[in-house]
């Protein structure tokens, strides 16, 4: 052996949190064994005792080499560098293994956090172990979701001449910025950034748009995937409709719009809006009259275009293969109804951050006024402009996110669209009081805190304290919180509210991860191969997030991620390989590999 | 001026604290809390003041004792930091605070001194009924009932409770004083007036006989259970500290006298309370049962012996079993005067002059707060 130092390893378990974890007694036994290794500790905690035990031991036996492995040892490192030092070494000469850096926190990762410690005893990068067994592999690629990151990374690629298949879940791409209004810090509008965009999508010659489309199943390996894709009925015919809409004014049923996140109805019939990619129309099989009675086939009558409308078409699945897969499948927002102290549900004007980008948007069905909730002829609780503008508005940040009880992770993005919607309020609504309800002001980008600052002056009441609980007080809510900084309980009369709602990982994430052969990260959110330096890879080769899916994320960051998937296959396609990915490898495989990297060495 | 005490951390984590830094003061404690008000804000107040290490602000502080646990903000918190249970820890630590014997930091930080003193009063009292013990009468009354008078004589020991309502009464007077001068003497920066003493005293009185602040928590059940312990254990203070001669008799009255529906209503409160507690705590579903310290779990325990013990006697006696009923007797004594002496004027117990001085005490701070409008 050239690595002959005498090493030793620290176990640091202070930073599980419990539960079936990684098998540090398995490790210990492991790696006690090893010539290299000279002294080995489980850390259990932080307290003097249990420091100051294993300093003592590298005072009296010391190492060339520290390696504190565990969840975060960065946390820890700096118990140990005095010792260090007093013992001769450098604070250089501690090594850190993050074992959450790669995703690894369950029980069945054990034998990959061995080859992980492994390569670090060996002095040995471990992506640099894990990147073996090169496969050939084929140009065309995959990305799942049509939002943001995935229209970015679609671009990308077929900018650079790789043939591109976009599927997309929903009838139109553009995902959930298509839905917004106005975006952070800078107030440009967003359906002006993104629908040139979409339409590029559309019309690009190098990807083909799968709209209303699923992805079913994966198999393969990595370079050479075939995927099965469900093309669900639309019932009308991409290539012949025109988009004209008399089958929508005809269509006598009608349904939450999806897109407009529930604020108003649409027809079965539809396009989610205006500017959808691609602008033609599709049937809601839930509420369609005729697939549920076999009568009505008022859209087929009413259509100009024959056989354009086929109300009994079928399902089809269609196989693609691809060489790599980019998965940008967004989240989705918190539900709000999981925090009854908040009465969203029960309280008709107590609305979501999406709902209330609609009524902010231009394009809603206020027609970007703010108006109340009311109940339409058919008893349904919808928003128009027949009602009352409110004159009291309250913004409660962090539902949902920041909370034990729900979500731990900050969502990011929260903050800084309820500043924006504060902006906005003031702006169309210029006699209407703003309250803020907040724990920490996050504004963490470019420009975010000058827009936090710019706001703060525009006569808005920052309140620091999330409120505990929203009441009904005649025909308005009176909510209670605390005025942390004037040191206040306060019960404030409003009209409306605005929950600050979290972002989730998307339903299908588990379900994916299953197909991909990736693994779900500890918050649900896919996880990557790299937290610091590798964000978009995965532990499959050929496999690569971007946007939402990864973690919570604002619009620039996901364009980055996007841009960065779309990299990271360009340069597979360029070499002509791919990698396997960790995930596919035995750790054996990779303790060889190490072995052989430090014979190099 | 406020200093910053480095050690409160170690002090605090004595009595049952764990850890409080998980506070971020987001405030939903304070917010959903049913009884805190304008100018006593709490938990989250108490929580930064702990955190900052502001010793002196916390001594001085009547908002612990204002807290009935019902265990809303613990349960509401986004951070799991228990608010409830730091408040619950903060009632310890003021409760030694206010003894100037020192006794209570003892018993509430140490198992060898609390079971140590329990034991060592429960020797004493077995060892004196040992030594003072006039011959045992086994005979039986003409209603075949035990002849308890001839064994302890109601008049001598009513001479003992009124020794021991003394010096239990004393030492809680004392604390009290103590509370009240650090609340109000040192704690409102304007001196209020006697007349201001006077019209709010009613407070105290309401407060100590209804609970009326506890009932304000979501779960009211459990005012219920409380306020039936509360109400049976005070009936049975008074007929044996007042009138023992009237309720220990050797005569036996028929089920609907009121001496024995007085004990049996007195028996069955304290039985409904107690369970309440000691299922709820083993059970932990609620956040209020989920921490019990040794102190909460002692209380119980003691108190529960007593009631058997007394239910014991009764039935004894009633059923002409004399050496039965004696030993019970002495059983009965050795639980109950060690748990008077530490549990009321050092331990758990005490909040039952805390509590309603406190609300007492908020209404005098509240007086000059408007004063000062």
Same mark, same amino acid.
């Given at each position: 052996m050239i690595n002959s130092h005498t090493k030793g390893i620290i176990l640091d378990k202070t930073s599980e949190n419990g539960g079936a974890g990684v098998n540090y007694d398995a490790l210990f036994h492991n790696f006690r064994n090893y010539s290299q290794v000279s002294n080995i500790w489980i850390l259990e905690n932080t307290d003097n005792g249990s420091i100051s035990r294993i300093t003592a031991d590298l005072f009296d036996h010391p190492v060339e080499q520290l390696i504190i492995a565990g969840n975060t040892p960065g946390f820890v490192k700096g118990y140990f560098e005095g010792a260090m030092k007093a013992s001769g070494r450098s604070v250089s000469d501690i090594r850190l293994v993050s074992f959450q850096e790669f995703g690894l926190f369950r029980q069945e990762d054990t034998a990959m956090v061995q080859a992980l410690i492994d390569c670090a005893v060996k002095g040995v990068s471990f992506e640099m172990a894990a990147s073996q067994g090169d496969l050939e592999m084929t140009t065309d690629t995959l990305v799942i979701g049509g939002g943001i990151a995935g229209i970015q990374a679609a671009l990308e690629l077929a900018d650079g001449q790789v043939h591109v298949y976009l599927v997309e879940k929903s009838g139109t791409i553009g995902g959930k910025m298509a839905g917004f209004d106005k975006t952070f810090p800078t107030l440009d509008c967003a359906a002006c950034i993104l629908t040139p965009k979409m339409v590029e999508v559309n019309q690009h010659p190098n990807i083909t748009l799968m709209t209303y489309c699923e992805v079913l199943d994966i198999w393969g390996v990595p370079g050479n995937y075939t995927v099965s894709v469900l093309k669900k009925a639309r019932r009308v015919n991409l290539s012949t409709c025109i988009g004209c809409g008399t089958c929508s004014e005809k269509c006598p049923a009608t349904a939450f719009s999806e897109f407009d996140a529930g604020t108003c109805l649409r027809k079965s019939i539809y396009i989610p809006f205006p500017q959808a990619v691609p602008n033609k129309y599709l049937i809601d099989e839930e509420s369609c009259i005729y697939l549920k009675t076999g009568k009505c086939r008022a859209c087929v009558k009413a259509c100009p275009v024959p056989n354009c409308i086929n109300l009994d078409e079928l399902d089809e699945t269609v196989k693609l293969k691809v060489g790599n897969i980019i998965v940008a499948t967004g989240f989705k927002p918190f539900d709000a109804a999981r925090m009854p102290q908040f009465g969203y549900g029960k309280f008709p004007n107590v609305v979501t951050a999406l709902e209330f980008e609609r009524l902010l948007n231009a394009a809603g069905s206020t027609g970007g006024n703010i108006h109340f909730r009311s109940k339409d002829k058919k008893d349904n609780w919808v928003f128009n402009t027949s009602t009352a503008k409110p004159d009291r508005l309250a913004i409660i940040h962090c539902v949902g996110s920041r909370d034990e009880n729900y979500n731990k992770y900050c969502s990011r993005v929260c903050c800084m669209y309820s500043l924006k919607f504060a902006h906005l309020i003031r702006e169309k609504l210029p006699q209407a009081e703003v309250h803020e309800f907040y724990i920490d002001m996050r504004a963490f980008g470019k420009g975010y805190e000058e827009f936090y600052q710019r706001i703060r002056n525009e006569e808005i009441h920052m309140i620091r304290g999330k409120t505990a609980k929203i009441d009904a007080s005649g025909e308005h809510l009176l909510l209670r919180g605390e005025h942390i900084e004037t040191n206040q309980l306060i019960e404030l009369e409003v009209d409306m509210v605005i929950l600050a709602t979290g972002l989730e990982p998307g339903e299908d994430t588990e379900q994916l991860c299953h197909l991909l052969g990736l693994k779900v990260g500890r918050d649900g959110w896919f996880t990557e191969m790299n937290s610091n330096t590798d964000p978009t890879g995965t532990a499959t080769g050929g496999i690569y997030i971007a946007g939402a899916c990864q973690g919570p994320k604002d619009i620039p960051d996901s364009v980055a991620q996007g841009s960065a998937a779309a990299a990271r296959v360009i340069q597979n396609i360029l070499r002509g390989k791919v990698a396997i990915g960790f995930q596919n490898l035995t750790p054996e495989s990779i303790v060889n590999q190490a072995n052989e990297l430090a014979m190099i060495r | 001026m406020n200093r910053i005490d480095p050690n409160l951390t170690r002090d605090l984590r004595?009595?049952?604290?764990?850890?409080?830094?998980?506070?971020?003061?987001?405030?939903?404690?304070?917010?959903?809390?049913?009884?805190?008000?304008?100018?006593?804000?709490?938990?989250?107040?108490?929580?930064?003041?702990?955190?900052?290490?502001?010793?002196?602000?916390?001594?001085?502080?009547?908002?612990?004792?204002?807290?009935?646990?019902?265990?809303?903000?613990?349960?509401?918190?986004?951070?799991?930091?228990?608010?409830?249970?730091?408040?619950?820890?903060?009632?310890? /630590?003021?409760?030694?605070?206010?003894?100037?014997?020192?006794?209570?930091?003892?018993?509430?930080?140490?198992?060898?001194?609390?079971?140590?003193?329990?034991?060592?009063?429960?020797?004493?009292?077995?060892?004196?009924?040992?030594?003072?013990?006039?011959?045992?009468?086994?005979?039986?009354?003409?209603?075949?009932?035990?002849?308890?008078? @001839?064994?302890?004589?109601?008049?001598?020991?009513? /001479?003992?409770?009124?020794?021991?309502?003394?010096?239990?009464?004393?030492?809680?007077? @004392?604390?009290?004083?103590?509370?009240?001068?650090?609340?109000?003497?040192?704690?409102?920066?304007?001196?209020?007036?006697?007349?201001?003493?006077?019209?709010?005293?009613?407070?105290?009185?309401?407060?100590?006989?209804?609970?009326?602040?506890?009932?304000?928590?979501?779960?009211?059940?459990?005012?219920?259970?409380?306020?039936?312990?509360? @109400?049976?254990?005070?009936?049975?203070?008074?007929?044996?500290?007042?009138?023992?001669?009237?309720?220990?008799?050797?005569?036996?009255?028929?089920?609907?006298?009121?001496?024995?529906?007085?004990? /049996?209503?007195?028996?069955?409160?304290?039985?409904?309370?107690?369970?309440?507690?000691?299922?709820?705590?083993?059970?932990?579903?609620?956040?209020?049962?989920?921490?019990?310290?040794?102190?909460?779990?002692?209380?119980?325990?003691?108190?529960?012996?007593?009631?058997?013990?007394?239910?014991?006697?009764?039935?004894?006696?009633?059923?002409?079993?004399?050496?039965?009923?004696?030993?019970?007797?002495?059983?009965?004594?050795?639980?109950?005067?060690?748990?008077?002496?530490?549990?009321?004027?050092? @331990?758990?117990?005490?909040?039952?002059? /805390?509590?309603?001085?406190?609300?007492?005490?908020?209404?005098?701070?509240?007086?000059?707060?408007?004063?000062?409008?």
């Open positions: - | 004595k009595f049952g604290i764990r850890d409080w830094n998980d506070c971020y003061h987001c405030g939903t404690c304070t917010a959903t809390c049913p009884l805190t008000a304008q100018g006593f804000l709490f938990p989250r107040k108490e929580i930064r003041l702990m955190q900052m290490g502001l010793k002196g602000p916390i001594s001085t502080s009547v908002e612990p004792w204002l807290c009935y646990y019902c265990g809303e903000c613990s349960e509401r918190c986004p951070r799991k930091a228990n608010p409830g249970e730091l408040m619950m820890s903060l009632r310890r /630590y003021l409760t030694s605070l206010y003894d100037w014997t020192g006794l209570s930091g003892k018993f509430y930080t140490s198992k060898i001194w609390e079971l140590g003193f329990i034991i060592f009063f429960a020797l004493l009292v077995i060892l004196a009924f040992i030594l003072i013990l006039p011959p045992l009468d086994t005979t039986l009354t003409d209603q075949g009932g035990v002849k308890i008078n @001839s064994f302890a004589p109601p008049d001598l020991v009513e /001479y003992f409770d009124w020794a021991m309502a003394f010096l239990v009464a004393s030492l809680l007077v @004392s604390n009290i004083f103590r509370m009240y001068l650090r609340v109000i003497w040192t704690g409102t920066k304007q001196r209020i007036s006697l007349v201001e003493h006077v019209r709010e005293f009613w407070h105290l009185v309401f407060n100590f006989s209804v609970q009326p602040k506890f009932s304000k928590c979501e779960d009211r059940s459990y005012w219920l259970y409380h306020w039936l312990l509360m @109400s049976g254990y005070t009936i049975m203070f008074i007929l044996i500290v007042v009138f023992l001669p009237w309720f220990q008799t050797e005569n036996i009255f028929p089920a609907w006298h009121p001496q024995r529906v007085l004990g /049996y209503y007195a028996t069955i409160g304290l039985l409904v309370g107690l369970g309440a507690a000691i299922i709820g705590r083993i059970r932990k579903k609620e956040i209020k049962f989920e921490f019990s310290h040794v102190s909460d779990w002692l209380f119980l325990i003691m108190l529960s012996l007593t009631v058997i013990t007394g239910i014991l006697i009764h039935i004894f006696r009633v059923n002409g079993m004399p050496w039965a009923t004696y030993i019970s007797y002495i059983a009965h004594m050795a639980i109950l005067v060690p748990m008077i002496l530490i549990e009321v004027p050092f @331990s758990k117990w005490s909040h039952l002059a /805390y509590r309603p001085f406190a609300v007492y005490f908020a209404r005098l701070k509240k007086s000059t707060m408007h004063q000062s409008r």
